[in-house]
């Protein structure tokens, strides 16, 4: 159960695109990885999705964006891998940013399909109407009422 409930906060926090990314809606670092609480979110995803992360050994992306945390874009490697990998991909330090290396757009909709414009992203990048819906069924679980209850029953 603890599985699930961590399988779907990552999916209910990310925005899939049109190349099947799911792009982290929440903070990212100045290199543009996702990151809750000084973790990058990707390594989160893989222990999440499939299992630990061995000592010594990175958690590369094979779609190479940084916000990805969808499992099948993933892999491990060594860090000489990830070096590789950058390389082979010309993404090596050329004095530019990850924003100018990386030709793909933002996501436009959210795993619930809402359209992501200007007016239904919160500071974050996430999805406003998903954040309401899941602080609503966050409150009603506090007091006990169902989703699909209109109030609650005393007896």
């Not at 609480?37 to 299992?51: D, E, K, P, Q």
């Not at 030709?103 to 200007?118: I, K, Q, V, Y």
């Amino acid at each position: 159960m603890v599985i699930v409930k961590t399988r779907r906060w990552f999916i209910e926090r990310s925005a899939v695109d049109e190349h099947g990314c799911w792009i982290w809606c929440g903070a990212i670092n100045q290199c543009g990885y996702g990151t809750w609480h000084g973790g990058l979110v990707h390594r989160g995803a893989w222990i999440a999705f499939n299992s630990s992360i061995p000592d010594e050994m990175c958690v590369l992306h094979r779609c190479d964006v940084p916000r990805c945390i969808n499992p099948d874009h993933l892999f491990i490697g060594t860090q000489l891998d990830n070096i590789k990998d950058r390389d082979a991909k010309g993404r090596g330090n050329k004095g530019q940013s990850w924003k100018q290396d990386n030709p793909r757009p933002r996501a436009t909709h959210c795993f619930r399909d809402h359209a992501l414009t200007s007016d239904n992203r919160d500071k974050f990048g996430g999805c406003k109407r998903c954040h309401a819906i899941r602080e609503r069924e966050r409150y009603r679980s506090k007091i006990g009422i169902g989703m699909w209850q209109n109030s609650k029953v005393i007896t």
